[in-house]
């Protein structure tokens, strides 16, 4: 069955660092994927995504993410994080037909 | 683009109580439409989607229904509450095409007591 595996519950980084989120997807061929953020109390909001091309793909708020085949990985990264990053973090795959599987999720906190 | 509204933003319900959550979504036609539950600290729970008027697919068997009475609404219903239906409920569309993302709409807290 398809899955997605968010492997971190929550991650803290101090402000200006790097970031790294990480995700894993189980599907037999190359899925679409995605990730999404979400604001405490509020929806999701779609970052970016993935269907075929060039690995790394470039999102909204300075996010990007590369998708590595050899590892079923879409690790979602930020080279400086900013305090309003804080949030929550979802990576998702449609792996067939048109319902999305979401990962767990992964809270990011911001230290000053 | 797509804009989804999504109401009431919070909701304090009685144990029996029915339930009503409305979602219309502007912007598109003939979107499919998801009804998603968020418990807390927990990821996204599909409950219900739907490809057209009066299609609806459930996800998960349980004391809540979905109904699509026109193209852009949806309706998420309960005849009686139960304190496990606490959460934070999703309205989602995509167009035809789901490969381009869903748009979320702002959720509603659902709190039973």
């Known amino acids: 069955a398809q899955s997605v595996t968010q492997p971190d519950i929550h991650i803290t980084v101090s402000e200006g660092a790097s970031l790294e989120l990480r995700c894993n997807y189980s599907y037999g061929a190359t899925p679409y994927l995605f990730w999404y953020v979400q604001s405490p109390g509020q929806g999701l909001q779609l970052l970016l995504k993935?269907?075929?091309?060039?690995?790394l793909v470039q999102g909204i708020k300075g996010f990007e993410a590369e998708f590595k085949r050899s590892q079923s990985s879409f690790n979602l990264r930020k080279p400086s994080v900013h305090w309003s990053d804080a949030a929550e973090y979802f990576c998702a795959v449609i792996a067939g037909g048109f319902k999305t599987i979401f990962g767990a999720g992964t809270r990011l906190f911001v230290k000053a | 683009s797509q804009t989804i509204h999504q109401w009431p933003a919070t909701l304090v319900q009685p144990v029996g109580s029915p339930l009503s959550l409305e979602c219309t979504v502007e912007g598109t036609s003939n979107p499919n439409l998801y009804w998603y539950r968020q418990a807390a600290g927990r990821g996204l729970q599909l409950l219900f989607y739907?490809?057209?008027?009066?299609?609806i697919s459930s996800e998960v068997p349980q004391n809540l229904s979905a109904s699509r009475p026109q193209d852009r609404q949806f309706i998420l219903s309960s005849k009686k509450l139960l304190l496990s239906d606490s959460g934070f409920y999703l309205c989602?569309?995509?167009?035809?095409?789901?490969?381009?993302?869903?748009?979320f709409g702002s959720g509603t807290r659902l709190t039973v007591v």
């Open positions: 993935y269907f075929s091309g060039d690995t």
């Open positions: 739907s490809v057209g008027i009066g299609q």
């Open positions: 989602a569309a995509t167009g035809t095409d789901a490969t381009y993302g869903y748009t």
